[in-house]
């Protein structure tokens, strides 16, 4: 990176957050699931590329703390600004490094994971070639890369319009005021389209809805960016080959290309033993514009195609909701949604009583064994108790599997660390604290962002573990009178609420911040 950019960075730093599909729990599931062996999480060595203020990489610190952690950045602000946080918390198994990634060298030493989110597409060729390197030299053998980036034929469109953007913005004006010309130009471009629904207006006006609702850091440092390159999935890959590395999965089993149409598999766009070429046929008929991909040493063994019985080795997650009843008048096809509208109808009895345990016991990480002793009690016919989804994989493992890849079930290989009970003296995790004291925005022990509201937010700066429900009801009540705190949007139209009504909001309050995964004890 160049002086300016970096100095840029400094400036306006890029609002880097924890990603799910990063953490090493997540990276060792999906190669598990493709064959491999991956390392133990509990004592992992994870390295993070571009890790601006360590917002990502801090969380798996706090979480796994027998781990080891390195970030690498090229922000000095950035750096310190992680460092302070990780002062507050008082870690001692992470390193934040202002290092320029041209200049890593064998000293680094080896890592069971290496993440690369939002960097690979925004740094010159030269330094995107340095990434694999680093991923070929300092992965385990037995190690799993993230590497995330743009892609084509979903980014045609995006770079027509950033070209015309960048032409329009004054280079030599302050940032934010770049991104102003850049908003008001997309708007009036939009609006004044001579072909209002044609393709090309249509391409403005998607990139004008997206840049409205994008923080300015983001549109400065992404479309804005000097560098911002594209690829297609096959130059990634034909790429990460040239350093020995091979491509395993998207990083999120439901974000992968998944089984086509009928009307496709039966085609030759399918390409059936060819994977490369495979998924470039669905990017094109998808239209995708980012992908998440995992890669590993080309010498490791890969069995493209996931196991039923592996689901034996993993926790699992409800995402899903049924849809209708479910007492005495349920239908026979009984359906589940997640919240980004995935669905699954399905009739089989043995299916439709594991969704519906994990269901009432979510967010609790269920292990099959115990999964299947909670669904067995949802049955009551001698036909379906006769199945024996331990030796029959087509009665639960297999569904729960095609679940698990479209989405509706979450696998895990290591438990969570949060609570999902409201103990007598709730402790929140350390770290959404500290962040609840600069704003809205914390992150779960589930490694994901979350916007509280003023409530939420102010109960949670309390959490420490060492006051009593009573207690905390003192403190709010105190921090009322005081004027800390306002009841603005709850009820009692902004006045103090009734002792026996703020109870039941901070009891309502406990629950949602435990079922956030945000109490810790």
Known sequence: MSTAEARLYDEVPYESGPYAETHPDSLATVATLFGMTPPGIRACRVLELGCARGSNVIPMALGLPEGRFVGLDFSPRQIADGQRTIDALGLRNIDLRVMNLLDVDRQLGEFD?????????????????????????????????????????????????????????????????????????????????????????????????????????????????????????????????????????????????????????????????????????????????????????????????????????????????????????????????????????????????????????????????????????????PRDLELDPLQDPTVLKEPLLRCALIGLVGLHLHPRSEVAEVSERPRASPLARLQAKEGANVTTLRHRRLALNEFDRQVLLRLDGRQTHAELLQALSASADSGEISFAGLPGDGAEPSPEVLSRLLAKTLRRLARSGLLAG
Not at 137 to 150: E, T
Not at 165 to 172: E, F, G, I, S, Y
Not at 287 to 315: D, K, V, W, Y
């Open 113 to 381: 994971y290496i993440v690369c989110h939002g960097v690979f597409s925004w740094v010159p060729r030269l330094v995107q070639d340095k990434i694999l390197a680093i991923c070929s030299a300092h992965l385990r053998p037995d190690g799993v890369a993230y590497v995330s980036y743009n892609t084509y034929p979903g980014w045609h469109g995006r770079r027509m319009v950033r070209e015309m953007v960048l032409d329009h913005v004054d280079a030599a004006a302050p940032p934010r005021e770049r991104v102003r010309q850049a908003r008001e130009f997309l708007e009036v471009l939009g609006q004044s389209c001579s072909r209002p629904t044609s393709p090309f207006a249509e391409s403005i006006k998607s990139e004008w809805r997206l840049w409205q609702k994008l923080p300015d850091e983001c549109i400065l440092h992404d479309p804005l960016g000097d560098v911002n390159e594209p690829v297609y999935f096959h130059e990634f890959v034909g790429r990460a080959a040239e350093h020995r590395l091979q491509f395993i999965a998207e990083a999120e089993l439901w974000d992968s290309a998944g089984a086509p149409p009928e009307k496709v598999r039966q085609s030759p766009l399918c390409c059936p033993g060819d994977l490369v070429r495979r998924e470039q046929h669905l990017d094109f008929l998808r239209g995708r514009t980012f992908r998440r991909s995992l890669l590993c040493h080309e010498g490791a063994r890969l069995n493209r195609e996931p196991q039923p019985e592996l689901i034996e080795r993993f926790l699992l997650e409800g995402r899903a909701i049924p849809v209708e009843s479910r007492g005495s008048d349920a239908p026979s096809v009984l359906q589940f949604r997640t919240d980004e509208g995935v669905t699954l109808s399905t009739s089989k009895p043995w299916v439709k009583a594991a969704l519906l345990t994990l269901f009432d016991r979510w967010p609790r990480l269920i292990a099959f064994d115990e999964l299947y002793l909670q669904a067995r009690r949802h049955l009551h016919s």
